[in-house]
């Protein structure tokens, strides 16, 4: 039998699977990209797309969800190999789409599905290997993982809609299509090479539950809830809010872009401050500074004012996601992660439905987001306090596998 590569090697080729796989996938936050060529093209209503959009969420959180019970069914290869088709094969069916029945199944229920399935088991599968190799800053890695579907989303984002420009809609759709096979088979091949499993080794001691499991998993549920409701409510009219404010087209594209890299390098902040301090400090400050942004942009509403509120919320919420990752692993420990991860990602799909929704129609009744704003600092309040609760859980030593 051929012997694994030495530790670090074998982290480097699974952190690549994870990059190769969730890239793609995290196209699905550039969505809004394709509103117009799908309108135009299938004649469909905003509203309908929004459902399309709603529907890929949450069978992402199904996804998740499932992936945990089909550990034993067969080698993670096959697994992944398995998601990426159901992804791949989805978004195929939703460039061949001629209504509305097609593109949420293919790009809702398949790409959501496929998708949820293959980011659970990558991140239970880097867990278990962070752990058998005693590899450290465990934190900064989760917050790393969650960090690549937003950069998915500025990557493709451009990329699209030079795409759309140049082919139109199907072909960009069919690409994204060849491009997630392309991933999918890349990502089975760096799996493999890192001998990466979802299971501790038999004989592995487990890790016990922490003592009040039960209360500190929905105290985090809520919690990151809450970061989720402050920020999808905000985040998801932001191009909307800061022209409502007064800023021009230019200044509303600028910020809907760098709010996506704010979120993004801030999951990686909140992993790497997970390693470094407790639990509930990190989370804590995080809704502290999504709360002084709602109320600098309630005290001194305007242009410049919006985008730096945009900015602050974003923040927030992104360390919020990546701490809640290094979390997991250090309240329920890595033999759990996936599972525990797939329940809380349920927090995130219930705000990712609904709280859009209700900001733009706050917005159609009051003609601004003055009530937004007030509904997200009542989140990051309730967030903040609840956060003190949260057990001072540290990762003062590292498992040797």
Not at 241 to 259: D, P, S
Request: hydrophobic share 60%; proline share 5%; charged share 5%.
């Amino acid at each position: 039998m051929t012997a694994l590569p030495a530790p670090r090697r074998r982290l480097a080729l699974a952190l690549g699977a994870v990059v190769a796989m969730n890239l793609p996938l995290g196209t699905v936050y550039a969505f809004s990209v394709f509103l117009r060529p799908l309108e135009a093209e299938l004649g469909l209503t905003r509203a309908a797309l929004s459902f399309v959009f709603g529907t890929a969420v949450l069978f992402f959180t199904v996804g998740m969800n499932i992936g945990p019970l089909l550990y034993r069914a067969a080698p993670p290869v096959v697994l992944l190999a398995g998601c990426a088709a159901i992804a791949a094969t989805g978004m195929a069916l939703a460039a061949a789409a001629s209504g509305l029945v097609e593109l949420a199944l293919g790009y809702g229920v398949m790409f959501g599905l496929g998708g949820g399935g293959a980011y659970v088991l990558l991140l239970q599968g880097m867990n278990l290997l962070l752990a058998a190799t005693g590899a450290g800053r465990r934190g900064l890695v989760n917050g790393f993982i969650v960090s690549l579907y937003p950069a998915g989303a500025m990557i493709g984002a451009p990329l699209f809609g030079w795409a759309l420009a140049a082919s139109g809609l199907r072909p960009t759709l069919a690409g994204l299509a060849l491009t997630l096979a392309a991933a999918g088979a890349l990502s089975c091949l760096l799996v493999v090479a890192a001998g990466m499993r979802l299971e501790p080794p038999s004989g592995a001691a487990a890790t016990p539950p922490p003592v009040g499991g039960r209360a500190i998993f929905w105290r985090l549920w809520i919690v990151f809830f809450l970061a989720a409701a402050a920020g999808l409510t905000v985040l998801g009219q932001a191009h909307g809010m800061v022209q409502a404010y007064g800023g021009g087209a230019a200044l509303a594209l600028f910020a809907t872009t760098a709010i996506t890299g704010c979120i993004a390098a801030a999951r990686i902040g909140g992993g790497f401050l997970a390693d470094r301090l407790a639990v509930p400090v990190v989370m804590g400050g995080a809704h502290a500074l999504a709360l002084a942004g709602d109320l600098l942009l309630l005290g001194f509403p305007g242009p410049l004012v919006s985008v730096a509120t945009l900015a602050m919320i974003g923040m927030g919420y992104g360390v919020i996601s990546g701490s809640t990752a290094a979390a997991i692993g250090l309240y329920w420990g890595e033999g759990h992660y996936g599972r525990m991860a797939g329940r809380l990602y349920i927090a995130w799909c219930v705000a990712a439905i609904s709280l859009p929704v209700l900001a733009g129609r706050l917005f159609d009744l009051t003609g601004g987001y003055h009530f937004a704003i007030m509904i997200a600092a009542g989140a990051n309040l309730l967030g903040l306090l609840i956060a003190a609760g949260l057990p001072a859980a540290r990762r003062t030593t590292v498992a040797a596998g």
